[in-house]
């Protein structure tokens, strides 16, 4: 069994498809015996991954910031409902809970919480896999990006093993039954000329 962490979205106006693959995924973590780390809101993507995990008979762990329970948007059928001060404590409790990241579409806060895991896997303080799950193409953008960051020297390439980006939920669960951490690479890239002080 392991605690699987998912960040994504709590907008309820995003696509279909995006609903599809979250309610899919919550499905397979309830079938798999992993217990589901999760933002604590019951809307949008969120809330349908916690149902799609509860609706198997799956265990669901939510971690709230207390303003956000203020505005009535907790999922409040939680096997167990943690309420925080803030959004620091929230991404706290959620890394050291959990043993998998995985980020469905989302934005900036998905996108905040994916890019201070990749930094603590890059600096080897986290070594447990972390999966961006690619419904319709969603995070093709931002590998792009990575691949330019890549380019002009501000990452490495082996920054590249540092994700997996799964087409679909099967792959998500194919990757993890694999997973190895990365080799160890000092993140610093330097040249033949750099000081190091």
Known sequence: ?????????????????????????????????HVLIYGGARVGL???????VHERGGTVVGVLPSAIRDRELAYEAADELIITTDLRERKAI???????????PGGFGTLEELMEILTLKQLHIV??????????????????????????????????DLYYLAA?????FS???????????????????????
């Open 1 to 33: 069994m392991k605690a699987i962490c998912v960040y994504s979205s709590s907008s309820d106006a995003v696509d279909p498809c995006f609903f599809d693959a979250a309610r899919e995924l919550g499905a397979e973590i309830a079938r798999c015996g």
């Open 46 to 52: 969120m809330g349908a991954v916690a149902r799609s």
């Open 94 to 104: 959620m890394e050291s809970r959990a043993d998998v990241f995985i980020g469905l």
């Open 127 to 160: 070594t447990k896999p972390v999966i961006l799950l690619n419904t319709g193409e969603f995070y093709d953008p931002l590998i792009h990006l990575f691949e330019h960051m890549c380019r002009h020297r501000f990452i490495r390439p082996e920054a590249r």
């Open 168 to 172: 679909d939920v099967p792959a998500v």
């Open 175 to 197: 990757y993890l039954e694999t997973y190895r951490p990365p080799k160890v690479v000092d993140k610093w890239l330097r040249t033949a000329t750099t000081a190091v002080e």
